[in-house]
């Protein structure tokens, strides 16, 4: 399974999958492509011997030029899966249609609550008891497609929003690099009815 990671921060996410995935015998992190030079998770690649590509949405016209650039340099590597880590720029629908079934993200709450940015503070600010993470399959829809696998945890009351980011983070360093092998081991596959692990609906 060929897999490219698309990152523009950290990388925390990148290097729990390239942990989890040290070893595996079909699973294989061909690229790691960033839309910003100075993430931190090209580092990481890079300590991990993986090929680096930097593509800058600033210097495109506009989204879909950006995106049809960024299709060409993945698909150099003829990607199994793509893998959203981080990756902080809304997609076209071209780009969504184009790898649909191979295109997972991690979204920082339990959706379908708080799709979208902000979303330790707007969990706190609507007095929910819990919060989480998701993985799901991409779609045309903004963190609206098929959930694969979710995290939660208790809101505590005094809990800030970077207290409770932390803590969701670290669930996600968990469920993340699960998903990505379940789907490397050919047991998760998107279907006509969602998301599927081992032909059994989600
Ligand atoms: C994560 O919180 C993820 O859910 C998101 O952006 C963050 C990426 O963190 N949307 P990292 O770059 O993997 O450390």
Known sequence: CNIVVLISGSGSNLQAIIDDLAGHPKAHICAVVSN????????????????????NHKDFADRLAFDTALMQVIDQHQPDLVVLAGFMRILTPEFTRHYAHRLLNIHPSLLPKHKGLNTHQRAIDAGDHQHGCSVHFVTEELDGGPVVIQAALPIQSNDTAEQLAQRVHALEHQIYPLAVRWFADGRLQLSEQGALLDQQPL
């Open 36 to 55: 910003r030079a100075d993430a931190y998770g090209l580092i990481r690649a890079e300590k991990a011997g993986i090929t680096r590509h930097v593509l």
